[in-house]
């Protein structure tokens, strides 16, 4: 499924949690406590969002505020209820986000994201550009 140069991910090493099955594949990373890096590929399902939810909601136990960049650039369609359900959580937890940023290309998922920013009061970083994520990454990797 992976195409395209992922030099900062690569960086990254392995992930700590992995999911997949026949329509997706997840991989996380967690480079430090307050940063999680998740890469979503293929067509995203409720089962699949609740992994990521409940991983998300471990690191967010342990206190600290979360930036979360999310390397959808490969998923190209989704269930409308993972949308709804990880649009939820992120309303839920607001406060506790630093940073919401998501890297998409497909058209679906990119209206998706639109429609959850706006439920989210703009606080998501779009972007359609892998440069421009991954200096926005790079720029967090080094606040730690």
């Known amino acids: 499924m992976t195409r395209g140069n992922h030099r900062l991910l690569a960086e990254l090493g392995a992930p700590r949690h992995t999911f997949q099955s026949d329509r997706v ?6 480079p430090n406590d307050a940063l999680v890096v998740q890469r979503l590929e293929g067509h995203a399902d409720l089962e699949v969002i609740s992994v990521m939810l409940r991983h998300l909601d471990d690191q967010l136990a342990r206190g600290t505020k979360l930036a979360i960049f999310d390397d959808f650039e490969e998923l190209v369609s989704y269930d409308s209820d993972a949308r709804i359900a990880i649009t939820d959580w992120a309303k839920e937890h607001l406060p506790a986000l630093s940073t919401m940023a998501i890297l998409t ?6 209206m998706g994201t639109a429609v959850a920013n706006l439920a989210l009061g703009g606080r ?3 972007y359609t550009n892998r440069a421009r994520f991954e200096a926005a ?3 967090e990797l080094r606040r730690d």
Do not use: D, E, G, P
């Open 25 to 30: 594949h997840l991989r996380i990373w967690f």
């Open 105 to 110: 290309r497909s058209k679906l998922v990119s």
């Open 124 to 126: 998501l970083r779009a």
């Open 137 to 139: 990454l790079a720029a």
